[in-house]
């Protein structure tokens, strides 16, 4: 887009926050030091290298809805779900392609909400983030995830919430 190529704008990682010193549900700099350098999600992409790409998806919208009525804009994105064999046996998980590239976040039955900010011109957004809750006995067996903390501090979106208060977001968007 013609502002992003621009660059009028400027994504300033927010302040870094501390990745938790436990297996998360997918590399991180602790975990792995030798492939993720800190502020990295994948090797070689950062946390605001995805900020860009939330950001230039949002400056697109904000392109093609010039002249809407609306000014509230919302992109809801899904990740794959856990695909199964049989009887607790899942298949090899891919990521969903879409999911994976705005976020990075590598985690089976997860959201990604882009909301534009009430009173601020698009691109202008928040990103949240909604994850399975963790649960030690189900981690036992299908590895460790990355809660609420850990997607924030590995991701560098701006909010996360386990996936069962989803709900309440989109009753604020009926609303």
């Known amino acids: 887009c013609k502002s992003c190529a621009l660059r009028r704008f400027s994504i300033q990682p927010a302040q870094q926050k501390k990745i938790p010193n436990r297996y998360l549900g997918q590399p991180s700099p602790f975990t792995h030091p030798h492939l993720l350098k800190p502020g990295e999600v994948t ?15 949002m400056a697109l919208i904000q392109k093609e809805a010039y002249g809407w009525d609306g000014l509230d804009h919302t992109v809801i994105l899904l990740s794959n779900p856990t695909y199964y ?5 899942p298949y090899v998980f891919h ?21 534009s900010i009430p009173g601020k011109a698009l691109p202008s957004h928040k990103s949240i983030l909604f994850v399975p809750q963790r649960d030690p006995s189900r ?3 299908d590895g460790p995830r990355s809660g609420t903390d850990g997607a924030i501090a590995l991701t560098g979106v701006d909010e996360a919430y386990t996936i069962h208060e989803f709900r309440h977001l989109v009753a604020k968007l009926k609303g």
């Not at 090797?43 to 998806?57: C, D, F, I, N, T």
């Not at 064999?85 to 046996?89: F, T, V």
């Not at 990521?95 to 909301?115: A, K, M, R, W």
Request: proline letters at 5%; a negative charge.
């Open 43 to 57: 090797p070689g992409l950062s946390q605001v290298e995805y900020a860009l790409r939330r950001h230039k998806l």
């Open 85 to 89: 064999m049989s009887n607790d046996i």
């Open 95 to 115: 990521q969903d392609t879409n999911f994976l590239y705005l976020c990075g976040f590598q985690e089976p039955d997860s959201i990604l909400v882009l909301q």
């Open 139 to 141: 981690e036992l067996w």
